[in-house]
């Protein structure tokens, strides 16, 4: 199975430098930045689970993507969903199946009209790593995980011909039936994440310890739970009461991804991870005018609005 990973950088690198290190057939598509840097440092992983290098990566520019590939990893930002489907079109054939590994829903409906549905699968990955300052993809915990399958639940030859493609793979890989389930329940604890500590620029243990802070993660986390179930979506108690213990902990230095991107004041998903799941909620009536996702959102779009005058200044 020929597969393109779309992008080298933490996610697509890791997992795809996986691939290679079992032995598959993987290219990644990247810009010439990044070509320039696998061409003469390679692409090297740093994790506990062993390190691996590939001196000289399958590197391929979107100006000369011609042929069409069997599996394509997508794991670019939402902010950049536009421009990497732009460079990986070409790669789109008859029989390609598309894996996004993005976070919420709204990719799958901007692939879904430009690709057709019947190319689009559900994923999911649940891992922390990032680009050093070495250029090294550095693993920084536990988790190396990934779901895919079916957004009808089938179990389809694609799916099966997936799985044994990351079998023996070092990282965990698994077929799923509920993989839009698996995905909601991501979003709703990704979303209660950032909501939180973006809007109050502080750990899970900080804001749990704060007046008034606890009861702005519960409440947050209960919307989204209950906009996934007027979309059809129930989340398990067991996913709930997971995402709730870690929301609630008041130990804690967790802060989502998001607040770490803001502090460096880069682009954010603000849409796609907050403002998505809020408009879901208002279309069903469940996020109202004391919606704690509108104020998230609020703030998240005023940090957008204020790093886009000063760029321009």
């Known amino acids: 199975?020929?597969?393109?990973?779309?992008?080298?950088?933490?996610?697509?690198?890791?997992?795809?430098?996986?691939?290679?290190?079992?032995?598959?057939?993987v290219t990644f598509l990247v810009r010439p930045k990044r070509a320039a840097e696998l061409a003469s440092l390679g692409l090297n992983i740093r994790s506990r689970f062993g390190d691996f290098s590939i001196p000289r990566p399958k590197a391929i520019l979107a100006e000369n993507l011609r042929e069409a590939y069997?599996?394509?990893?997508?794991?670019?930002?939402?902010?950049?969903?536009?421009?990497?489907?732009?460079?990986?079109?070409?790669?789109?054939?008859?029989?390609?199946?598309?894996?996004?590994?993005?976070?919420?829903?709204r990719h799958l409906d901007v692939l879904d009209q430009r690709f057709?549905?019947?190319?689009?699968?559900?994923?999911?990955?649940?891992?922390?790593?990032?680009?050093?300052?070495?250029?090294?993809?550095?693993?920084?915990?536990?988790?190396?995980?990934?779901?895919?399958?079916?957004?009808?639940?089938?179990?389809?030859?694609?799916?099966?011909?997936?799985?044994?493609?990351?079998?023996?793979?070092?990282?965990?890989a698994r077929a799923s039936q509920k993989i839009l389930l698996e995905m909601w329940e991501k979003w709703m604890f990704l979303a209660s994440a950032a909501s939180s500590t973006c809007l109050m620029r502080a750990s899970i243990g900080d804001i749990c310890s704060s007046p008034g802070g606890l009861d702005y993660i519960l409440g947050v986390l209960d919307e989204c739970r209950r906009i996934a179930a007027a979309e059809g979506q129930q989340v398990r108690d067991e996913s709930y009461n997971r995402a709730r213990d870690m929301l609630t902990e008041r130990a804690s230095t967790l802060t989502a991804s998001m607040l770490r991107d803001i502090e460096r004041n880069g682009p954010i998903e603000a849409d796609h991870i907050v403002g998505d799941l809020l408009q879901?909620?208002?279309?069903?009536?469940?996020?109202?005018?004391?919606?704690?996702?509108?104020?998230a959102y609020t703030h998240l779009k005023s940090y957008e609005a204020r790093r886009a005058r000063s760029s321009t200044t």
């Not at 199975?1 to 057939?25: K, P």
């Not at 639940?153 to 044994?164: D, E, H, T």
């Open 116 to 172: 057709g549905a019947s190319h689009v699968l559900g994923g999911q990955c649940l891992i922390a790593a990032t680009l050093n300052e070495k250029r090294e993809i550095a693993h920084l915990n536990e988790n190396h995980d990934l779901s895919f399958g079916e957004r009808d639940g089938s179990l389809s030859p694609r799916v099966q011909a997936i799985s044994r493609l990351m079998e023996g793979v070092r990282f965990n």
């Open 280 to 295: 879901r909620g208002m279309r069903h009536g469940v996020s109202g005018s004391d919606s704690f996702l509108k104020v």
């Open 1 to 25: 199975m020929r597969t393109l990973v779309v992008g080298a950088g933490a996610i697509g690198g890791y997992f795809g430098g996986r691939l290679v290190e079992a032995g598959r057939d």
């Open 70 to 105: 069997d599996l394509i990893l997508l794991s670019c930002k939402a902010f950049d969903l536009d421009n990497a489907i732009d460079s990986f079109a070409p790669a789109v054939g008859a029989a390609t199946a598309i894996l996004p590994l993005l976070n919420g829903m």
